[in-house]
């Protein structure tokens, strides 16, 4: 989790350097904003540097949404890792690709 760490370290620095304290409504405009860019680029497939480049700006400005509302960073990180150990814990026998491509619980 160093990587997110420093993002959001990274992130808060940004923030205080130009004296801005997140807003949800403005927060919330660039995170779409970034999310379309994303969607674009993926569409487009054809440069999957200027991928993970957009996916990263959607990581940022989600940490924007959380810091406009008081999430408190190792809170964050907390979530992360949690999501990293269920994750790690999904096999095919607890969960399946359902019909729209999700990785779910199974059912049967
Ligand atoms: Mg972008």
């Known amino acids: 989790m160093d990587t997110l760490q420093e993002?959001?370290?990274?992130?808060?620095?940004?923030?205080?350097?130009?004296?801005?304290?997140?807003?949800?409504?403005?927060?919330?405009?660039?995170?779409r904003e970034e999310v379309d860019e994303l969607i674009e680029a993926a569409a487009l497939g054809t440069d999957p540097a200027h991928i993970a480049e957009e996916a990263a700006d959607?990581?940022?400005?989600?940490?924007?949404?959380?810091l406009s509302r008081g999430v408190d960073p190792a809170a964050?990180?907390?979530?992360?890792?949690?999501?990293?150990?269920?994750?790690?814990r999904k096999?095919?026998?607890?969960?399946?690709?359902?019909?729209q491509g999700k990785i779910a619980r199974r059912t049967d």
């Open 7 to 31: 993002l959001i370290r990274s992130t808060l620095e940004f923030y205080a350097r130009f004296d801005v304290q997140p807003q949800l409504e403005s927060a919330v405009r660039v995170f």
């Open 58 to 66: 959607v990581m940022v400005t989600a940490i924007g949404i959380c």
């Open 91 to 99: 096999t095919h026998e607890t969960h399946a690709v359902n019909e």
């Open 76 to 88: 964050l990180i907390e979530q992360a890792q949690k999501v990293v150990i269920k994750n790690d």
